[in-house]
Each structure stands twice: as C-alpha cells, then as structure tokens.
C-alpha cells in the first residue's frame, strides 16, 4: 500500500509521478496542496482522478513556495529532502503540462 499520485497530458502519457509508502505523511502535503483531501483514502489515494487547470497548479506552486519558505535559487533547491523534491517536480511537470494543454488529470491510487 501507498500513495502513487501520477499525472497525465490529454494524450494520457504520463507527465509527473509522486510515490508515498503508507506511512509516510509527506503523501497529505501534496493533497493540501492540489486541494484534493477527497481523494486521500489512508493508506492510499482512493483511486480517482480529477484535473486540474493552470490556475489551480500555479496557486500549488505558490502555496509550496509559501509552506517551505523558499525561492527559485539553485541553492536552495539542493537543500530541500527527497519528498520536498519530488512534491516540487511533480507539480512543476503539472504545470508545464497545464501551460501547453490548459489542463492536467491528476490520478490519486
């Protein structure tokens, strides 16, 4: 069990992955930050799915900004932890993702 939160462009290849093990509370800070507790099922994701426009992926980035107090420089990029990186990158490749198509599906399991 665990939380693998992936995200997909409009053609469904996957463009951002996130990997939680069960016990690891790191999985809810991205949750907070993609506003999306309904999708959170305790020792997973509960299996769905939403998507999610620029708007909402730029407010994660800004909220991830605000959360660990941090900026743009390199770094600061190379202090943050293994989960801080890959919250960042996975919402990062949204975004990208988001910029081009308008929209990115995120999938919660």
Known sequence: MGHDISGYNKAGQEIAYARFSMG?????ILYRLLNAYKYYAG??????????SIKQIEKALDDYKQFYNHGESPAEKDVLNWDQKQILKFIQNCLETAQIEGRVKVYFG
């Open 43 to 52: 020792v997973s994701g509960s299996g769905g799915s939403t998507s999610f």
């Open 24 to 28: 690891n509370h790191n999985a809810l």
